[in-house]
């Protein structure tokens, strides 16, 4: 599932098409659309020209001529992505798509369909950029409350951008237990895991995704921890599926 670094490279991506004039968009597909009736993007955004693209967490946002224009919300929902001037996808795969003048494209490619793009998209329910905010900000919005340190990661209005395989792996290179509860983490601890988090994100945009981390391929049954070989623990934590090494990642 797209995470902070998918997202940041759709951003990336986005970018090559900035300047261009916009002189078709494809929005009948009316559930990722929603809650817009096919033709209100079309309406809206023709004849405009992509000026700049934006992210907070998994959220990305893309301004029209120089921010005066409509503003187009995309979110990749659990496999989507953003493609510039492919070929277009079979089966409809392209759930959204916007053609340039002179040629080419943008393309939301999505097979499950639960990406979503919308016109002035409204993120205020979106915590800070996990990749973005300093210590002290990370430590005050996290370091509370009675859930698990896991869940508390997952909650997109805490941070934005971390999703499941992240977590695991920033709890892993921080060595804290998943199950920790949020508000008991030391001072020390929490800044341990803003560096974490930080240098996670980094090596996961530079590397290609999240799936690139040192700890994400021992996520499975027979996996051993890569540092110490200990067999990994699995559990429900947060409502996902939680791996952690039980030797360095202990509970209190
Ligand atoms: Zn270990």
Redesign the pocket.
Known sequence: MPELPEAERARREIEKALGRAIDGVDDRDGYVCRPHAPGELAAAFLGRRLTSAHRRGKFLWVETDGGDGPVLGLHLGMAGRIVIDGEPAPRRWDRFTLEFEGGGRLALRDKRRLGRAVLEPDYSHVGPDAGEIGAGGFAKRVGRGTVAIKARLLDQGVVAGIGNLLADEVL?RA?LSPLRPAGDLQPAELSRLHRHLRTAIADAIRLGGVHTGDFIPHRTRAG???????A?ERATVGGRTTFW?????DSP
């Open positions: 892993w060595k051993a921890c890569p540092r110490c070989g200990t990994v090494c039980p030797k360095e990642q």
